[in-house]
């Protein structure tokens, strides 16, 4: 079992950056599909970017094109997540997650990934 911690949460102002990372440890990462999911305040937890442990495919929700990027550190066992041009909007607990499945696809759904890390508290401020 993959266990995954997410780090580099806080506070920031509108327009802002920050970079989220979740170190994985205790198992074989090479055919995980990676996510990173946030859930706001009184809402549902959404997905937010995914990416293959290996190869170069990736993929992010349209309200984060262009404004997130997600990456990985094979040597350090991290997945990163870089979020540029923060509005309160993104304000939300992230959480990273891995996929056992090694499907073809990538998957939105929350029911698809099978670790969870505790989440990390982003907020920015107007």
């Known amino acids: 079992q993959v266990q995954l911690v997410e780090s580099g949460g806080g506070l920031v102002q509108a327009g802002g950056s920050l970079s989220l990372s979740c170190s994985a440890s205790?198992?074989?990462?090479?055919?995980?599909?990676m996510a990173w999911f946030r859930q706001a305040p009184g809402k549902a937890r959404e997905f937010v970017a995914t990416?293959?442990?290996?190869?170069?495919?990736?993929g992010c929700r349209s309200s984060v094109k262009g404004r997130f990027t997600i990456s990985r550190d094979n040597a350090k066992n991290t997945i990163n997540l870089h979020m540029n041009s923060l509005t309160p909007e993104d304000t939300a607990v992230y959480f990273c997650?891995?996929?056992?499945?090694?499907?073809?696809?990538?998957?939105?759904?929350?029911?698809?990934?099978?670790?969870w890390g505790q989440g990390t508290q982003v907020t920015v401020s107007s």
């Open positions: 205790g198992g074989t990462f090479s055919r995980l599909i």
């Open positions: 997650a891995a996929d056992y499945s090694r499907r073809s696809t990538f998957s939105v759904s929350e029911t698809s990934y099978n670790a």
């Open positions: 990416i293959r442990w290996s190869g170069e495919d990736a």
